[in-house]
């Protein structure tokens, strides 16, 4: 199968930016996403972009894509205590039923 | 508001004894998606439906199964429930070629 990998824990400081990183293996995704999970809930979609875009922004969240290294980040600009959660990164697979793997997730601890 | 629901939330069981989870959504949407999530581990696609088509992952145990009576509700049975059968269960739906997944807020099943 194919791994989607992202290391396990950042500390940001509030206020601070916070970089997520994330590294997949299947060049043939068409989307990719970043998804938000906080203590005992399901994911929440924060955003997604298109295979052959470099880059997206919405609001705090700025999504790079490198197809080349395969590699995916997701900043998140004046980083909120409320932003502490996991987050996964993922692709996809499986064509019209677009099947996710999900990355390996990254808890993001929020200091006041 | 539309959305995907899961019953219950919070789930035990005993060891062997068989068990049932719900997922309805008012989406209308024709993919219906069973997750697993163990702790401190990515969701893990057990199988999907599309439509009334039933697609199991190669690697989803055969104690593990699906019904989808209709569209908008779907089933996933445990037939005999391990200790390492203990984890977060996630419904999600999608629309064929649509680029987003709508999550439940899961059951977390615990087996005694």
């Known amino acids: 199968g194919e791994d989607v990998e992202q290391s396990l824990f950042l500390s940001v400081r509030e206020g601070d930016s916070s970089v997520i990183n994330c590294t997949y293996t299947d060049s043939s995704s068409t989307y990719l996403y970043w998804y938000k999970q906080e203590p005992g809930a399901g994911l929440q979609l924060l955003t997604y972009i298109f295979s052959n875009m470099d880059m997206k922004q919405d609001q705090r969240l700025t999504v790079l894509l490198n197809k080349k290294d395969k590699h995916l980040s997701l900043r998140i600009a004046d980083t909120q205590t409320g932003d502490s959660a996991i987050y996964f990164c993922?692709?996809?697979?499986?064509?019209?039923?677009?099947?996710?793997?999900f990355g390996t997730g990254t808890l993001l601890a929020v200091q006041p | 508001d539309a959305m995907v629901i899961q019953n219950p939330r919070y789930q035990v069981t005993q060891f062997g004894k068989p068990v049932t989870l719900s997922c309805s959504q008012t989406l209308n949407h024709n993919v219906m998606y069973w997750y697993q999530q163990k702790s401190s581990q990515a969701p893990k696609l057990l199988f999907h439906?599309?439509?009334?088509?039933?697609?199991n992952e190669a690697d989803t145990p055969d104690n593990f199964q699906s019904r989808r009576p209709n569209t908008s509700f779907c089933f996933l049975d445990i037939r005999s429930p391990g200790l390492g059968d203990a984890a977060m269960y996630l419904c999600?739906?999608?629309?064929?070629?649509?680029?987003?997944?709508?999550f439940g807020p899961g059951t977390r099943l615990t087996v005694t």
């Open positions: 999600a739906t999608s629309t064929p070629g649509s680029n987003e997944q709508y």
């Open positions: 993922a692709e996809t697979y499986g064509g019209a039923t677009n099947k996710l793997i």
């Open positions: 439906y599309y439509d009334k088509d039933f697609n």
